[in-house]
Structure formats: C-alpha cells, structure tokens
C-alpha cells in the first residue's frame, strides 16, 4: 500500500469515528428529549401515601366564641384555585408522659431561667417558682414542660418609664436566654423572628407603631419551614415561644414576660398522607369547617386573595404536625382547613392540657 492511499484510509478513518461520535451525541440528547417529552405527556402516579401513623388525632384550635357568619368571594392571582400536591408530609412529635422525675426536671428548668429550685403546686401539673430579687413568678407544666413568666410591674414602676434600644439587641437577649437555658433548638433559632412595639396605657397595654414610643418590644418567635412550607400558629401575629423585653440592662429586669409552648419534632420520623385539593378545602371554607384565625372588625364579605399549604403549630400537645390549607384575605382575614383527607384523619379530640399562661402585665388592647 503506498503512502497516498495510507493517507486515504486514515482520514477515512477519522471521518467515520467524527461521524459516529456526532451521532451519539445526536442521538443521546434526542433521547433524552423525548423521553422528557413522554414524561410530561405521561407522567408515572405518584407514590402512594405510606400512612405509617394511621388515622391521625383532630386538630386543636383554641375556641372562638361570637363569630359572624362569612360569606367569601375568591379573587385569587390568576382567578383559579391552586393545584396541590397529592400528598404530603406529617412529622411525629414525640409525647411526653409523667414521671418520678417529673418535678426534679421542672426544678432544673426554673434553674436555668434564673428562679428558685422550690416550687409551689399549683395544681396537679402546674408548680410556680419564683424571683428573690424581683418579683417574677414562673409557672411551669412538669408534664410537658411548657411555661410562662409573669411580672408584677405595680412593684417596679421605673420599667414603665424606659424604651428598648432596638429589636437586634431585643432578640439577642431573648436568643442567650433560651441558650443559657439549654432551650433554644434549631428549629427556633433558625425559623422567623417578629417583634411587636407596646407601650403602658393604664389599665392596659396597647400596640404601637414605632419604637420611640415603645416601653417594651415582644419577641416572637416561630418554627422554620418544614419541606418549604411555613408554619403558622393559631395567633398569626404570635409565636408560642415569645418574650416581653424592657429598656433595662439587668439580668432579673431585661425579660419580665413570656410563654413556651414548644413541643419538640422528630424530623426523621414522617409519613405522607393523601391531601385534599383546594377545591376540597374551598368547600370547607364556605361550609363553616375552618377555624378562623383573624378576621376584620367589620363586615362578614371576604375576598379570598391567596391559597396556599403550610403547617399547623399548636400550643396543645398534639403529636404530630399536619399540613392545612390557608385563606387569606382581605382585612388581614386568615383561616385554617385541615389538609389531610377525611380517611385519615381524626381519629380521636385530644383533651386540652392545662396552659401556663402568662399574666405578666396589663391585658392589650389595639
């Protein structure tokens, strides 16, 4: 063979290998197109709900008396309801049960926050500890561990006369003491921060809008999302973690009002439950089977702007945290459907566990 057709037959060669290459990478991305294609057109079911929980316990929503009747108009961004998922996640919250050790826990608790070791009971759940250099009292639940903080401002009335620096140095207060009191998790570190302004308007305390003219900023604290969902509360504008914070520096002074209703989730243990479509939870709505979290002073028309799932965070003991649907409106209008369908859920209406609620000050008035 001479050179000339050596030549030849190499690049021959190379051609052919040129050639075949082009083709597979031709022939791979059409592959993968159509296979893309075929499965937006036909797409595989979902993955069937595991259920693992079995039928789960009804929700407990706190009881509101006196409520109009409501008539809604749904006025969404595309005039549509949305399309959910089929399913969606449930986490179980591990219960917490009495035990010999029940008080000796509540008394470290007290400890941690600054109060005395001895409790006074109660009731058979309920034991108060208290503040030898102020007068703060602390009511904790030695079942569930949930607590509030209560604050006689008639025996220390320079408080009333004081502004907070700003919500950073708030919170930074509110965060070291849960940390130094080995309550703070990363579920609350991590999750959203709100602060309220309230100044004194004998016999009450009311809501302001600016700083300058707060006597004490609330802290608020809430759950991060959990599979990007937000987690809401019963109060749309209160955690069930939250602190009243002053103007003073000292240590006894600095917080002199709060509640902890925190139960804690076991992120690795969840099941998917089947969800109802929104049009499902739309005819719950109109039906009167939602609970109404905040509504406007006046008029019973509302106008439905937004739908959309979130989680559902109790200050009950509930034992699992479940998805429900949300309303909101016009007016501030906000209310909750439960998401996961008939068949699976409620099984059983908790019984409501004692509340440790605070009474640090004044009630509130807008």
Do not use: C
């Not at 969404?76 to 010999?100: C, D, K, M, Q």
């Not at 209160?238 to 209703?261: C, M, P």
């Amino acid at each position: 063979m001479t050179l000339t057709q050596t030549a030849y037959y190499t690049r021959l060669t190379i051609k052919s290998l040129l050639f075949f290459v082009i083709f597979l990478i031709v022939g791979k991305l059409a592959l993968n197109i159509g296979n893309a294609v075929y499965l937006q057109l036909f797409p595989p079911p979902p993955a069937p709900p595991t259920v693992s929980f079995g039928r789960l316990p009804t929700l407990y929503f706190p009881e509101k008396i006196g409520l109009p009747t409501f008539s809604y108009t749904l006025q969404t961004a595309t005039s549509e309801l949305p399309i959910f998922p089929t399913t969606t996640n449930v986490y179980f919250i591990p219960p917490r049960t009495a035990s010999f050790l029940s008080l000796d826990e509540a008394s470290k608790i007290a400890q941690y926050l600054g109060f005395s070791q001895k409790g006074e009971e109660l009731t058979d759940t309920i034991y108060r500890f208290s503040k030898t250099e102020s007068s703060a009292t602390l009511d904790v639940n030695i079942i569930n561990k949930t607590f509030s903080i209560s604050f006689n401002l008639t025996k220390t009335p320079e408080l009333l006369t004081l502004h907070p620096s700003s919500t950073n140095d708030a919170q930074s207060a509110v965060l070291a003491f849960l940390k130094q009191s080995n309550l703070l998790t990363l579920d609350l570190e991590n999750g959203e921060k709100t602060f309220e302004f309230l100044k004194t308007d004998p016999p009450d305390l009311s809501t302001v809008s600016s700083l300058s003219e707060a006597n004490f900023i609330r802290v608020n604290l809430f759950r991060q999302q959990y599979d990007d969902l937000p987690v809401l509360t019963a109060n749309r504008k209160r955690g069930n973690v939250w602190f009243l914070v002053t103007g003073d520096r000292s240590s006894y002074k600095q917080i002199i009002a709060g509640e902890y209703h925190y139960f804690a989730i076991d992120s690795a243990s969840k099941s998917t439950y089947p969800i109802k479509t929104a049009q499902q939870a739309w005819e719950d709505l109109n039906a009167g089977r939602a609970f109404i979290a905040q509504y406007p002073e006046k008029g019973n028309k509302i106008t439905v702007r937004k739908i959309y799932l979130a989680y559902y965070d109790s200050k009950q003991p509930q034992g699992f945290m479940q998805p429900i649907v949300v309303f909101e409106g016009d007016g501030g209008f906000s209310a909750y459907v439960p998401a996961v369908t008939g068949d699976y859920y409620g099984s059983a209406l908790p019984s409501p566990s004692p509340e440790t609620t605070s009474s640090a000050a004044p009630s509130e008035k807008k």
